[in-house]
């Protein structure tokens, strides 16, 4: 069964620790993309690659940045924590034909004190 | 630029009613539709797609019509359960690298 992986269910952290959420996906997929979830404003889209060490901003990428050095991985670093980065993280991949949709991951749920 | 509407939530059924979740998008082109669930504590899953205007896109006894004419994709299944019970997602794809765009989702409570 096809599968992206990440590699956190729940996380607790510090205000201003550095944070790395991990994601891995076992598709082959070229497109992968990091969302957070929050209530009553759905899924925004924080990053985004379409290929190994490329990646492009989504709609909320101010506290963020990414790396993607392989494929299959696609890394989303917290570079100063905050509160209101408390949420649920979700990663997805999709292959170059974007027709079927997004595979996701299981999240992480982000808590920052 | 390219947005979805739903319906507001949460919606709450009881088993074996009739369900819709109404959803509405804006976009350029010709965009394809998804629905997404998320069961409790789970990712997001693809529940059914549709590519262009007309298609119907069906999974688990849920359907989905692309309406370009009305600009709707609502989702609609005859007969829910309580498995059912989870938040659905509306989605666009665009034409112009196939980032998806996501509505804010409707929570769906299935009581027996």
Known sequence: DVKVTQSSRYLVKRTGEKVFLECVQDMDHENMFWYRQDPGLGLRLIYFSYDVKMKEKGDIPEGYSVSREKKERFSLILESASTNQTSMYLCASSDRGFFYGYTFGSGTRLTVV | ?112
Not at chain 2, 14 to 21: R, V
Not at chain 2, 61 to 72: H, I, P, V
Not at chain 2, 73 to 90: N, T
Request: proline share 4%.
């Open chain 2, 1 to 112: 630029g390219n947005s979805v509407t739903q319906m507001e939530g949460p919606v709450t059924l009881s088993e074996e009613a009739f369900l819709t979740i109404n959803c509405t998008y804006t976009a350029t082109g010709y965009p394809s539709l998804f629905w997404y669930v998320q069961y409790p504590g789970e990712g997001l899953q693809l529940l059914l797609k549709a590519t262009k205007a007309d298609d119907k896109g069906s999974n688990k006894g849920f359907e989905a019509t692309y309406r370009k004419e009305t600009t709707s994709f609502h989702l609609e299944k005859g007969s829910v359960q309580v498995s059912d019970s989870a938040v659905y997602f509306c989605a666009l794809a665009d034409n112009q690298g196939g980032k998806l765009i996501f509505g804010q989702g409707t929570e769906l409570s299935v009581k027996p």
